[in-house]
Protein backbone atom coordinates (compact mmCIF):
# COMPACT_ATOMS: atom_id res chain seq x y z
CA UNK A 1 0.00 0.00 0.00
CA UNK A 2 1.38 3.23 -0.94
CA UNK A 3 -0.42 6.40 0.82
CA UNK A 4 0.39 10.00 -0.82
CA UNK A 5 0.54 12.77 1.52
CA UNK A 6 -0.19 15.60 -0.98
CA UNK A 7 -3.77 13.78 -1.04
CA UNK A 8 -3.75 13.63 2.72
CA UNK A 9 -3.25 17.91 2.78
CA UNK A 10 -5.79 18.14 -0.05
CA UNK A 11 -8.71 16.64 1.68
CA UNK A 12 -7.82 18.09 5.16
CA UNK A 13 -7.97 21.42 3.71
CA UNK A 14 -11.24 20.87 1.83
CA UNK A 15 -12.70 19.38 5.38
CA UNK A 16 -11.53 22.75 7.18
CA UNK A 17 -12.80 24.79 4.22
CA UNK A 18 -16.35 22.92 3.51
CA UNK A 19 -16.87 22.97 8.18
CA UNK A 20 -15.07 26.27 8.73
CA UNK A 21 -16.25 26.22 12.10
CA UNK A 22 -15.88 22.83 13.41
CA UNK A 23 -12.83 21.23 14.58
CA UNK A 24 -11.54 18.24 13.02
CA UNK A 25 -10.69 15.14 15.13
CA UNK A 26 -9.09 12.74 13.08
CA UNK A 27 -10.04 9.18 13.36
CA UNK A 28 -6.44 7.72 13.96
CA UNK A 29 -8.16 3.87 13.47
CA UNK A 30 -8.47 4.54 9.65
CA UNK A 31 -4.96 5.04 9.48
CA UNK A 32 -2.95 5.17 11.86
CA UNK A 33 0.83 5.80 10.14
CA UNK A 34 3.07 8.35 12.39
CA UNK A 35 3.69 10.26 8.89
CA UNK A 36 -0.06 10.99 8.81
CA UNK A 37 -0.57 11.71 12.58
CA UNK A 38 2.38 14.24 11.87
CA UNK A 39 1.34 16.17 8.75
CA UNK A 40 -2.22 16.35 10.48
CA UNK A 41 -1.20 17.30 13.87
CA UNK A 42 1.16 20.03 12.23
CA UNK A 43 -1.69 20.77 9.66
CA UNK A 44 -3.57 22.15 13.18
CA UNK A 45 -5.78 18.92 13.22
CA UNK A 46 -6.81 17.13 16.64
CA UNK A 47 -7.40 13.25 17.50
CA UNK A 48 -10.03 10.85 17.58
CA UNK A 49 -8.21 7.49 19.47
CA UNK A 50 -9.83 4.47 20.33
CA UNK A 51 -7.42 2.79 22.85
CA UNK A 52 -4.05 4.09 25.06
CA UNK A 53 -2.08 3.23 22.43
CA UNK A 54 -3.70 4.99 19.68
CA UNK A 55 -3.19 8.03 22.10
CA UNK A 56 0.27 7.60 22.31
CA UNK A 57 0.92 7.28 18.85
CA UNK A 58 -1.26 10.73 18.36
CA UNK A 59 1.35 12.14 21.34
CA UNK A 60 4.18 10.77 19.48
CA UNK A 61 3.47 12.88 16.35
CA UNK A 62 3.36 16.16 18.29
CA UNK A 63 -0.07 16.59 18.88
CA UNK A 64 -0.86 17.90 22.27
CA UNK A 65 -3.34 16.10 24.91
CA UNK A 66 -6.08 18.92 24.65
CA UNK A 67 -5.82 18.03 21.12
CA UNK A 68 -6.93 14.17 21.60
CA UNK A 69 -10.37 12.53 22.29
CA UNK A 70 -10.40 9.11 23.71
CA UNK A 71 -13.79 8.05 21.80
CA UNK A 72 -14.38 4.96 22.34
CA UNK A 73 -17.55 4.31 24.40
CA UNK A 74 -15.71 0.79 25.70
CA UNK A 75 -13.15 1.29 27.78
CA UNK A 76 -10.89 -0.69 30.42
CA UNK A 77 -11.19 1.80 33.70
CA UNK A 78 -7.66 1.08 33.81
CA UNK A 79 -7.33 2.51 30.17
CA UNK A 80 -8.90 5.29 30.97
CA UNK A 81 -6.53 6.20 33.98
CA UNK A 82 -4.02 6.05 32.15
CA UNK A 83 -5.62 8.32 29.34
CA UNK A 84 -6.34 10.62 32.00
CA UNK A 85 -2.28 10.38 33.33
CA UNK A 86 -1.23 11.21 29.95
CA UNK A 87 -3.47 14.29 29.77
CA UNK A 88 -6.35 13.00 28.16
CA UNK A 89 -9.81 14.99 29.60
CA UNK A 90 -12.41 14.60 26.33
CA UNK A 91 -13.99 10.94 26.63
CA UNK A 92 -17.45 9.04 25.28
CA UNK A 93 -19.84 7.72 27.11
CA UNK A 94 -22.45 5.84 26.15
CA UNK A 95 -24.31 4.44 29.03
CA UNK A 96 -24.12 5.15 33.25
CA UNK A 97 -21.33 2.48 33.74
CA UNK A 98 -19.02 4.06 31.31
CA UNK A 99 -19.66 7.20 33.10
CA UNK A 100 -18.84 6.00 36.39
CA UNK A 101 -15.58 4.44 35.49
CA UNK A 102 -15.39 7.93 34.19
CA UNK A 103 -16.05 9.44 37.20
CA UNK A 104 -13.39 7.13 39.35
CA UNK A 105 -10.77 7.09 36.68
CA UNK A 106 -11.06 10.71 35.23
CA UNK A 107 -12.21 12.73 37.44
CA UNK A 108 -13.38 16.61 36.44
CA UNK A 109 -13.48 15.40 33.23
CA UNK A 110 -15.46 16.54 29.76
CA UNK A 111 -17.90 13.60 28.60
CA UNK A 112 -19.67 13.52 25.62
CA UNK A 113 -22.74 10.88 25.15
CA UNK A 114 -22.80 9.06 21.88
CA UNK A 115 -26.76 8.58 20.73
CA UNK A 116 -27.67 5.35 18.36
CA UNK A 117 -28.40 6.91 14.78
CA UNK A 118 -29.86 4.17 11.82
CA UNK A 119 -26.85 4.24 8.94
CA UNK A 120 -29.74 4.50 6.63
CA UNK A 121 -27.30 5.18 3.63
CA UNK A 122 -24.15 4.54 4.45
CA UNK A 123 -22.08 1.30 3.21
CA UNK A 124 -20.43 0.38 6.25
CA UNK A 125 -22.80 1.07 8.55
CA UNK A 126 -22.06 0.92 12.38
CA UNK A 127 -24.74 -1.11 13.87
CA UNK A 128 -26.28 -0.89 17.94
CA UNK A 129 -23.20 -1.29 19.06
CA UNK A 130 -22.22 2.38 20.19
CA UNK A 131 -25.02 4.94 21.93
CA UNK A 132 -27.93 5.09 23.37
CA UNK A 133 -31.25 6.00 22.35
CA UNK A 134 -31.65 9.76 22.65
CA UNK A 135 -34.03 9.52 25.13
CA UNK A 136 -31.78 8.04 27.70
CA UNK A 137 -28.48 10.97 27.04
CA UNK A 138 -30.24 13.51 29.50
CA UNK A 139 -29.93 11.10 32.05
CA UNK A 140 -26.48 9.69 31.38
CA UNK A 141 -25.18 13.44 31.15
CA UNK A 142 -26.74 14.61 34.29
CA UNK A 143 -25.26 11.28 35.92
CA UNK A 144 -21.79 12.64 34.88
CA UNK A 145 -23.00 16.47 35.65
CA UNK A 146 -23.66 15.15 39.19
CA UNK A 147 -20.64 13.03 39.69
CA UNK A 148 -18.45 15.71 39.24
CA UNK A 149 -17.88 15.45 35.08
CA UNK A 150 -18.76 17.95 32.79
CA UNK A 151 -21.68 17.28 30.41
CA UNK A 152 -20.04 18.81 27.50
CA UNK A 153 -22.09 17.45 24.72
CA UNK A 154 -23.36 14.69 22.56
CA UNK A 155 -21.91 12.71 19.87
CA UNK A 156 -23.27 10.34 17.07
CA UNK A 157 -22.41 8.87 13.52
CA UNK A 158 -24.07 8.11 10.54
CA UNK A 159 -22.49 5.29 9.60
CA UNK A 160 -19.92 5.14 7.34
CA UNK A 161 -19.29 5.70 4.00
CA UNK A 162 -22.18 7.91 4.22
CA UNK A 163 -23.76 8.60 0.71
CA UNK A 164 -26.41 10.92 1.57
CA UNK A 165 -25.48 14.31 2.50
CA UNK A 166 -28.98 14.65 4.49
CA UNK A 167 -28.07 11.98 6.68
CA UNK A 168 -27.25 14.31 9.87
CA UNK A 169 -30.33 15.97 10.19
CA UNK A 170 -32.06 13.62 11.86
CA UNK A 171 -29.51 12.91 14.37
CA UNK A 172 -29.09 16.44 14.90
CA UNK A 173 -32.62 17.20 15.51
CA UNK A 174 -32.13 14.35 18.62
CA UNK A 175 -29.51 16.47 19.48
CA UNK A 176 -31.12 19.22 19.92
CA UNK A 177 -33.90 18.21 21.97
CA UNK A 178 -31.15 16.58 24.21
CA UNK A 179 -29.81 20.23 24.55
CA UNK A 180 -33.23 21.42 25.44
CA UNK A 181 -33.58 19.01 28.13
CA UNK A 182 -30.52 19.54 29.56
CA UNK A 183 -30.89 22.71 29.84
CA UNK A 184 -34.55 22.04 31.82
CA UNK A 185 -32.18 20.17 34.16
CA UNK A 186 -29.82 22.84 34.98
CA UNK A 187 -26.96 21.81 32.54
CA UNK A 188 -25.38 23.76 29.78
CA UNK A 189 -24.32 21.41 27.05
CA UNK A 190 -21.65 22.65 24.86
CA UNK A 191 -20.68 20.74 21.23
CA UNK A 192 -22.23 18.29 19.01
CA UNK A 193 -19.73 15.58 17.95
CA UNK A 194 -20.71 15.03 14.04
CA UNK A 195 -18.60 12.07 13.81
CA UNK A 196 -17.53 10.46 10.55
CA UNK A 197 -19.18 9.00 7.86
CA UNK A 198 -17.98 11.50 4.87
CA UNK A 199 -17.14 8.75 1.72
CA UNK A 200 -14.20 8.04 -0.12
CA UNK A 201 -14.62 7.56 -3.94
CA UNK A 202 -14.29 3.64 -4.51
CA UNK A 203 -16.66 2.48 -7.79
CA UNK A 204 -19.71 4.68 -7.63
CA UNK A 205 -19.28 8.83 -7.44
CA UNK A 206 -19.72 10.60 -4.25
CA UNK A 207 -21.02 13.60 -3.37
CA UNK A 208 -17.90 16.64 -2.58
CA UNK A 209 -17.14 17.24 1.11
CA UNK A 210 -18.66 20.82 0.23
CA UNK A 211 -22.39 19.68 -0.27
CA UNK A 212 -21.86 17.74 3.13
CA UNK A 213 -20.48 21.02 4.80
CA UNK A 214 -23.25 22.91 3.37
CA UNK A 215 -26.21 20.32 4.57
CA UNK A 216 -24.66 20.05 8.28
CA UNK A 217 -25.00 23.60 8.50
CA UNK A 218 -28.27 23.78 6.87
CA UNK A 219 -29.21 21.18 9.46
CA UNK A 220 -27.70 23.03 12.46
CA UNK A 221 -29.43 26.36 11.76
CA UNK A 222 -32.45 24.10 11.51
CA UNK A 223 -32.39 22.82 15.19
CA UNK A 224 -30.39 24.81 17.05
CA UNK A 225 -31.48 28.40 15.47
CA UNK A 226 -29.27 30.93 16.19
CA UNK A 227 -27.53 29.14 19.47
CA UNK A 228 -25.02 27.22 17.20
CA UNK A 229 -23.46 24.79 19.51
CA UNK A 230 -19.41 23.72 19.21
CA UNK A 231 -18.58 21.35 16.84
CA UNK A 232 -16.44 18.89 15.83
CA UNK A 233 -16.15 16.00 12.92
CA UNK A 234 -14.30 12.59 13.21
CA UNK A 235 -13.24 11.93 9.28
CA UNK A 236 -11.34 8.78 9.01
CA UNK A 237 -12.46 7.27 5.20
CA UNK A 238 -12.68 10.76 3.92
CA UNK A 239 -9.18 11.99 5.27
CA UNK A 240 -7.37 9.28 3.61
CA UNK A 241 -9.27 6.61 1.96
CA UNK A 242 -8.40 7.81 -1.56
CA UNK A 243 -5.01 8.75 -0.38
CA UNK A 244 -3.89 5.00 -0.18
CA UNK A 245 -3.15 2.18 -3.45
CA UNK A 246 -2.38 -1.26 -3.52
CA UNK A 247 -0.89 -3.09 -5.63
CA UNK A 248 -1.59 -6.71 -5.77
CA UNK A 249 -0.70 -9.69 -8.16
CA UNK A 250 -3.15 -12.20 -10.08
CA UNK A 251 -2.04 -15.54 -8.00
CA UNK A 252 -4.41 -17.94 -9.84
CA UNK A 253 -7.36 -17.69 -12.36
CA UNK A 254 -9.67 -21.14 -12.72
CA UNK A 255 -13.23 -22.49 -13.01
CA UNK A 256 -14.88 -24.50 -11.34
CA UNK A 257 -16.56 -26.82 -14.24
CA UNK A 258 -15.70 -27.15 -17.76
CA UNK A 259 -19.27 -25.40 -18.38
CA UNK A 260 -18.79 -22.32 -20.53
CA UNK A 261 -20.93 -20.10 -18.90
CA UNK A 262 -19.02 -21.01 -15.66
CA UNK A 263 -18.07 -17.77 -13.52
CA UNK A 264 -14.04 -17.41 -13.66
CA UNK A 265 -12.52 -17.42 -10.09
CA UNK A 266 -9.29 -14.93 -9.91
CA UNK A 267 -7.31 -15.41 -7.07
CA UNK A 268 -5.55 -12.28 -5.71
CA UNK A 269 -2.32 -12.04 -3.06
CA UNK A 270 -4.50 -9.93 -1.33
CA UNK A 271 -7.80 -10.85 0.61
CA UNK A 272 -10.01 -10.38 3.51
CA UNK A 273 -7.30 -11.08 6.14
CA UNK A 274 -4.34 -9.23 3.99
CA UNK A 275 -5.91 -5.82 4.29
CA UNK A 276 -9.35 -5.59 2.48
CA UNK A 277 -11.38 -6.71 5.07
CA UNK A 278 -13.94 -4.32 4.57
CA UNK A 279 -15.18 -6.36 1.38
CA UNK A 280 -17.35 -7.94 4.48
CA UNK A 281 -20.81 -8.83 2.95
CA UNK A 282 -19.05 -7.20 0.29
CA UNK A 283 -19.65 -3.48 1.30
CA UNK A 284 -16.65 -1.91 0.26
CA UNK A 285 -16.56 -2.18 -3.80
CA UNK A 286 -12.56 -1.34 -4.37
CA UNK A 287 -12.26 0.41 -7.90
CA UNK A 288 -9.20 -2.57 -9.54
CA UNK A 289 -7.14 -0.99 -12.14
CA UNK A 290 -5.41 -3.40 -14.46
CA UNK A 291 -3.04 -3.42 -17.41
CA UNK A 292 -6.05 -4.64 -19.38
CA UNK A 293 -8.62 -1.91 -18.74
CA UNK A 294 -10.82 -1.40 -22.13
CA UNK A 295 -10.65 -5.08 -23.31
CA UNK A 296 -13.57 -6.90 -22.76
CA UNK A 297 -14.99 -7.54 -19.54
CA UNK A 298 -16.06 -10.84 -17.62
CA UNK A 299 -17.94 -11.71 -14.46
CA UNK A 300 -15.36 -12.92 -11.93
CA UNK A 301 -15.84 -14.13 -8.27
CA UNK A 302 -12.92 -12.21 -6.44
CA UNK A 303 -10.75 -13.80 -4.33
CA UNK A 304 -7.99 -14.05 -1.59
CA UNK A 305 -5.25 -16.12 -1.14
CA UNK A 306 -5.82 -17.87 2.36
CA UNK A 307 -7.08 -21.34 3.18
CA UNK A 308 -9.96 -19.82 4.69
CA UNK A 309 -13.39 -20.15 2.94
CA UNK A 310 -14.62 -16.97 4.09
CA UNK A 311 -11.61 -15.32 2.08
CA UNK A 312 -13.94 -14.67 -1.07
CA UNK A 313 -14.50 -10.81 -1.52
CA UNK A 314 -17.25 -10.48 -4.38
CA UNK A 315 -19.38 -13.30 -5.42
CA UNK A 316 -22.73 -12.54 -4.79
CA UNK A 317 -22.39 -9.62 -7.02
CA UNK A 318 -19.05 -10.47 -9.22
CA UNK A 319 -16.63 -7.89 -10.87
CA UNK A 320 -16.10 -7.00 -13.96
CA UNK A 321 -12.21 -7.62 -14.65
CA UNK A 322 -10.75 -7.68 -18.21
CA UNK A 323 -11.50 -11.31 -20.08
CA UNK A 324 -7.55 -11.28 -21.07
CA UNK A 325 -6.14 -10.55 -17.70
CA UNK A 326 -3.48 -13.20 -16.85
CA UNK A 327 -1.89 -14.91 -13.70
CA UNK A 328 1.17 -13.04 -12.49
CA UNK A 329 -0.28 -9.60 -13.45
CA UNK A 330 -0.22 -6.90 -11.31
CA UNK A 331 -3.36 -5.20 -10.30
CA UNK A 332 -3.97 -1.69 -8.39
CA UNK A 333 -6.45 -1.32 -5.76
CA UNK A 334 -7.82 2.16 -5.83
CA UNK A 335 -9.26 4.26 -2.66
CA UNK A 336 -7.34 1.63 -0.32
CA UNK A 337 -6.06 4.05 2.34
CA UNK A 338 -8.30 3.67 4.84
CA UNK A 339 -9.50 0.76 7.23
CA UNK A 340 -6.72 -1.85 5.43
CA UNK A 341 -2.97 -1.69 7.01
CA UNK A 342 -4.45 -1.84 10.37
CA UNK A 343 -7.09 -4.49 9.56
CA UNK A 344 -4.49 -6.57 7.69
CA UNK A 345 -3.67 -9.57 9.96
CA UNK A 346 -0.13 -10.33 11.30
CA UNK A 347 0.15 -13.12 9.25
CA UNK A 348 -2.62 -15.99 8.89
CA UNK A 349 -1.55 -18.55 6.90
CA UNK A 350 2.25 -17.15 7.22
CA UNK A 351 1.25 -14.33 5.21
CA UNK A 352 3.23 -11.04 6.22
CA UNK A 353 0.73 -7.82 6.96
CA UNK A 354 0.00 -5.48 4.14
CA UNK A 355 3.18 -3.48 3.84
CA UNK A 356 2.86 0.58 3.54
CA UNK A 357 5.12 2.85 2.01
CA UNK A 358 4.32 6.84 2.61
CA UNK A 359 5.30 9.51 -0.02
C1 LIG B 1 -14.51 4.97 13.00
C2 LIG B 1 -14.97 6.22 13.64
C3 LIG B 1 -14.92 7.42 12.94
C4 LIG B 1 -14.47 7.53 11.51
O1 LIG B 1 -15.49 7.15 10.64
P1 LIG B 1 -15.35 7.33 9.07
O2 LIG B 1 -16.63 6.85 8.56
O3 LIG B 1 -14.17 6.55 8.63
O4 LIG B 1 -15.15 8.79 8.81
C5 LIG B 1 -15.32 8.55 13.60
N1 LIG B 1 -15.74 8.53 14.88
C6 LIG B 1 -15.80 7.39 15.59
C7 LIG B 1 -16.25 7.43 17.00
C8 LIG B 1 -15.41 6.21 14.99
O5 LIG B 1 -15.49 5.08 15.69
Not at 71 to 77: A, D, L, M, S
Request: proline content about 5%.
Amino acid sequence: MVLDLDVVRDNYNAFARALPDTRVFYAVKANPSPEVLHLLATLGSCFDTASVVEIEMALAAGATSDRISFGNTIKKERDIARAFSLGIRLFAVDCVAEVDKIVRAAPGSKVFCRILCDGAGAEWPLSRKFGCVPEMAADVLEHAHRNGLEAYGVSFHVGSQQRNTEAWDQALASSAEIFRECAVRGMNLSMVNLGGGFPTKYLKEVPGVSRYGDSIFRALSKHFGNRLPETIIEPGRGMVGNAGLIESEVVLISKKSDNEDEVRWVYLDIGKFGGLAETMDESIRYPIRTRHDGDEMVPCVLAGPTCDSADVMYEKEPYMLPVSLSIGDKVLIEGAGAYTTTYSAVAFNGFPPLRSYVI
